[in-house]
Structures are given as C-alpha cells and as structure tokens.
T-cell receptor
Framework: DSGVTQTPKHLITATGQRVTLRCSPR?????VYWYQQSLDQGLQFLIQ???????AKGNILERFSAQQFPDLHSELNLSSLELGDSALYFC????????????????FGQGTRLTVV | GQQVMQIPQYQHVQEGEDFTTYCNSS?????IQWYKQRPGGHPVFLIQ?????EVKKQKRLTFQFGEAKKNSSLHITATQTTDVGTYFC?????????FGAGTTVTVRA
C-alpha cells in the first residue's frame, strides 16, 4: 500500500460528460502529480501541484483541469469527454520537489480506470 | 520542454540473459528515478540517483547516472520471470517529474 488513495477505481461514462477523479496523497506529502496512461502507453504528465499551488503543467488538454485543496487532496476534472480520453489516470505524491539530496520519489495510487463509451 | 526518452520500448529476454534499458533527457536533471510497473499494477519506486556518474546496485539490477546528468541506464543480469513488467525512468527538474515511455520486459522461460 503506497498510502495514496484514488477514487473511484473504475468509471464508465458517455461521451460529452464530465467526471471528477479524486486523490488523497500520503500523509505529509505536499506535492501531487497527475498522469495519464493509455493502453500500452507510457505515463503522460498532466499537471503538478505543490502545497495548493500549480507548479508544473504538462500536455494537459484545456478540457481538463485540476486543483489541490487546503487539506492537500487533489481533484482532476475531465469535461466534454471523448472516446480517446479512455485511459488509466494515476495520481502520485511526493514529499518535496526541492533539492537533489532528499528523497523525492513519487508514490502512486492504484489509479482510476476511465472508460468513455 | 523537458523530454525524457527511453529505449528500447520492448525487450524480450530469454530467462538467464542480461539486458539494458537506456534513458536520455534533453536537459540536465536534478536526479533520475527508476520505477517498475507490474502488469495490472501501478508504478513502484525502485531507486534514485543524484550525483554525476553515480552507480547503485540492487541485487541483479545496476543503475547508472551519466556524468552530464542527462542520461541513465538500468542493467539487469540473469533475468528471471519475476523481472516481467515495465521499467520507467523519470527525471526531476524544476519540480517536474517527467517519465520516459518505459521499457516493457517479457521473459521467455
């Protein structure tokens, strides 16, 4: 158990709909990352939050948005869903992105498998 | 933007053989991390390399960080069926952890 909780585990929805994926990071971790993994694909970085603020942005579509709340949990909102958005969405958390000497590894949740039909 | 390239994408290995997967970044990294994702699972952290030229070993796995801190490699000796999965490298720079596409390893018994 990584300590990172993602809900729901599975989600099936229709095209055009909007969904919210939720992530609770490990206790004490300030940094949250969101990744998308399509079938047989690598991990595509979407966005990163650090202590409530957006820190880095990847190839995140305008239809997608995210936020990190004061209690450090994060939500990823996907709207106007298309068939191509079907994927496994991972959330990961880490202690801190700063420095090179400290431990900065990411701990991944089990993922949310989104199927758009 | 920062890109992390990883090759090969697939590695089919005979049990007992060795193989290496390579990771290259377009920019200098603060550190390089390696993860393993078993089929149906989530990525799990293996190791972090920080210093230029650093080499670390975990049993049959040897990890290297290049002198310029832009490339890394993972070498597995005497591959076992338990090594099956996808190995990702991830480079940390400016708070952003960017993953390579991964090397998916299958093992022939």
């Amino acid at each position: 158990d990584s300590g990172v909780t993602q809900t729901p585990k599975h989600l099936i929805t229709a095209t055009g709909q909007r969904v919210t994926l939720r992530c609770s990071p490990r206790s004490g971790d300030l940094s949250v990352y969101w990744y998308q993994q399509s079938l047989d694909q690598g991990l595509q970085f979407l966005i990163q939050y650090y202590n409530g603020e957006e820190r880095a942005k990847g190839n995140i579509l305008e239809r997608f948005s995210a936020q990190q709340f004061p209690d450090l949990h994060s939500e990823l909102n996907l709207s106007s869903l298309e068939l191509g958005d079907s994927a496994l969405y991972f959330c990961a958390s880490s202690v801190t992105p700063r420095g090179t000497g400290g431990r900065t590894e990411a701990f991944f949740g089990q993922g949310t498998r989104l199927t758009v039909v | 933007g920062q890109q992390v390239m990883q090759i090969p994408q697939y590695q089919h290995v005979q049990e007992g053989e060795d193989f290496t997967t390579y990771c290259n970044s377009s920019t200098t990294l603060s550190n390089i991390q390696w993860y393993k994702q078993r089929p149906g699972g989530h990525p799990v952290f293996l190791i972090q390399l920080v210093k230029s030229g650093e080499v670390k070993k975990q049993k049959r796995l040897t990890f290297q960080f290049g002198e310029a801190k832009k490339n890394s490699s993972l070498h597995i000796t005497a591959t076992q069926t338990t090594d099956v999965g996808t190995y990702f490298c991830a480079g940390l720079r400016d708070y952003k952890l960017s993953f390579g596409a991964g090397t998916t390893v299958t093992v022939r018994a």
